[in-house]
């Protein structure tokens, strides 16, 4: 075992032998596609059916999204490897090679995920250099066959079968 200062590099070291899922968030803001992508997604509660994500006060994406009445979260699929390096990205077109299905309400899923949460934004708390997002469930879809991507060690990975 060995220790190390706690700076944001060995933080984000540690925390990345952690694996987890990876979803984009979206919504159609103004007529326009607005997303993002989060690796910190985590079940919250049954009943209310609640979600939450982290994203970082820095994001400039996320005051877009915040001020829509609906947001759609996909968890993605395996096949989805450049996919999200394209939604987090700072410029340029987040949904470029994406197919998406809006719903009515302005919620945007990316096509071919593992699951759509259709939700709204129940609660914001503050929690250092992020803010945890927790949001309320109004409709979900499952495509059971869909293998998740995983992120683990700053590398995208899939389940073995």
Not at 15 to 37: C, M, N, S, W
Not at 41 to 70: H, R, Y
Not at 96 to 119: D, K, R
Request: net charge negative; proline share 6%; charged share 15%.
């Amino acid at each position: 075992m060995s220790s190390t200062n706690l700076s944001p590099n060995s933080l984000r070291e540690a925390f990345g032998h952690f694996p987890a899922g990876v979803i984009a968030i979206a919504a159609e803001v103004a007529g326009t596609r607005v997303g993002l992508a989060a690796s910190t997604f985590v079940p919250v509660s049954l009943d209310p059916p609640l979600v939450s994500f982290c994203v970082q006060n820095t994001s400039e994406t996320w005051p877009k999204l915040q001020g829509a009445p609906v947001l759609g979260i996909s968890v993605l699929g395996e096949s989805h490897d450049v996919a999200v390096r394209t939604l987090a990205a700072k410029t340029g077109d987040r949904f470029a090679g994406l197919e998406t299905v809006s719903s009515l309400a302005g919620a945007v899923f990316v096509q071919g995920t593992a699951v759509w949460l259709e939700s709204a934004i129940e609660q914001l708390v503050p929690a250092g250099d992020h803010t945890i997002v927790i949001l309320r469930i109004n409709d979900i879809t499952v495509h059971d066959d869909v293998p998740p991507i995983v992120f683990h060690r700053s590398t995208f990975r899939r389940l073995g079968s």
